[in-house]
């Protein structure tokens, strides 16, 4: 019984991201996706509005015999993986400008923590410029988010700009 962390922010998930469960699946028989709780940001969306999006797109993708579930985590991502009895860590890699800080931090954690091993995955050709930053700029700008997200994340962003304050 393999079992892996995908941690990350997830601010909205992105194809890219969806991308990368697909692939981890493949190698491992539970996938936590682990949602950061970071104090220090502003996100556009909350943790439980992310938590709810990403169990619904988990849906549509195809993650064979693998279970995966979404939760979220506060403090070091080391201490949270082994909390859930896990492996692994996966993270997407998308272009070698992604390299150096993964490295640095799968290097940070291996210290920290010698039993847990990084698993780098490389995401398709296609979502190598997608992220979720650039995702929300696009669209607080106006732009088109066909293909970058699944429809139900562009619908609940247009809801939540809709709902804002003025
Ligand atoms: O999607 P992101 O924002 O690139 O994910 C970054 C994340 C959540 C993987 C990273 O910030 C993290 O692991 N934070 C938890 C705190 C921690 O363990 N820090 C030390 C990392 S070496």
Redesign the pocket.
């Known amino acids: 019984m393999r079992r892996a962390i995908y941690?990350?922010?997830?601010d909205p998930v992105t194809n890219g991201h969806l991308d990368i469960i697909e692939r981890s699946c493949k190698l491992f028989d539970e996938i936590i996706i682990?949602i950061?709780v970071?104090p220090e940001k502003q996100p556009f969306f909350s943790i439980e509005e992310r938590c709810d999006m990403l169990t619904q797109v988990l849906q549509e993708i195809n993650r064979g015999s693998c279970d995966v579930r979404v939760d979220s985590?506060q403090?070091?991502?080391?201490n949270y993986a082994v909390a859930q009895h896990a492996h692994a860590i996966v993270?997407g890699i998308r272009a070698i400008s992604d390299y150096e800080y993964e490295l640095?931090?799968a290097l940070?954690?291996r210290r920290?923590e010698p039993s847990i091993e990084t698993v780098f995955m490389m995401s398709a050709e296609t979502y190598t410029y997608v992220s979720?930053r650039l995702v929300k700029e696009v669209f607080q700008l106006g732009g088109v988010l066909d293909g970058l997200v699944p429809p139900l994340i562009e619908k609940r962003m247009k809801e939540k700009m809709n709902n804002r304050e003025p």
């Not at 941690?7 to 997830?10: E, K, L, R, Y």
């Open positions: 941690p990350g922010s997830f682990g950061l970071n985590f403090g070091l991502l080391v993270r640095q931090m940070m954690n920290l979720s």
